[in-house]
T-cell receptor, first 113, second 110 residues
């Protein structure tokens, strides 16, 4: 029973398309995150939600829009995909904001062609 | 800007020997430091942590050392085992946010 599950695991799509990555956690955590790991392996936070409320919104293009329908879900929608969006996207959750008990999903490898 | 750096992208160690993974940071306001371990096709998993008020934390074969004056963090694994082969990320907390390094790929040779 996966604690943090994200789908799909792999996503190959053409430039200009719109795609979504879904994330769900069954840990009862209050806070969820999206991280991007780029080609340089740098794991950088994109967004953080606490109880459905956006608390961290790093400098990412407006084409990226997170949606949290409830505190167990944090989806990432990306409009007009570009080649530079190719990366591995990790969802994570923690009991509360600032808590170090992160649980990560297994990642979604997005390839834009 | 990268506030947490792992300058060694890879490290190879013989089984049974000590593995030392290093991490440097720039923000003196970081109050908590962690190490995560990542296997291929999996997300990072929490390994060990240390508060900025301490200089050492030990958990079994894993020990984390913190040198605040040098802004340096290290993870020692002894003895190293083949199952320890993975990518290790260090991370540091400021406020509600964690900053990750780029990872060091450790290979333990049987």
């Amino acid at each position: 029973d996966t604690a943090v599950s994200q789908t799909p695991k792999y996503l190959v799509t053409q430039m200009g398309n719109d795609k979504s990555i879904k994330c769900e956690q069954n840990l009862g955590h209050d806070t969820m995150y999206w991280y991007k790991q780029d080609s340089k392996k740098f794991l950088k936070i994109m967004f953080s939600y606490n109880n459905k409320e956006l608390i961290i919104n790093e400098t990412v293009p407006n084409r990226f829009s997170p949606k949290s329908p409830d505190k167990a879900h944090l989806n990432l929608h990306i409009n007009s995909l570009e080649l530079g969006d190719s990366a591995v996207y990790f969802c994570a959750s923690s009991p509360r904001r600032g808590s170090y008990g992160y649980t990560f999903g297994s990642g979604t490898r997005l390839t834009v062609v | 800007d990268q506030q947490v750096k792992q300058n060694s992208p890879s490290l190879s160690v013989q089984e049974g020997r000590i593995s030392i993974l290093n991490c440097d940071y720039t923000n003196s306001m970081f109050d908590y430091f962690l190490w995560y371990k990542k296997y291929p096709a999996e997300g990072p998993t929490f390994l060990i942590s240390i508060s900025s008020i301490k200089d050492k934390n030990e958990d079994g074969r894993f020990t984390v050392f913190l040198n605040k004056s040098a802004k340096h963090l290290s993870l020692h694994i002894v003895p190293s085992q083949p199952g320890d082969s993975a990518v290790y990320f260090c991370a540091a907390r400021f406020g509600n946010q964690f900053y990750f390094g780029t990872g060091t790929s450790l290979t333990v040779i049987p």
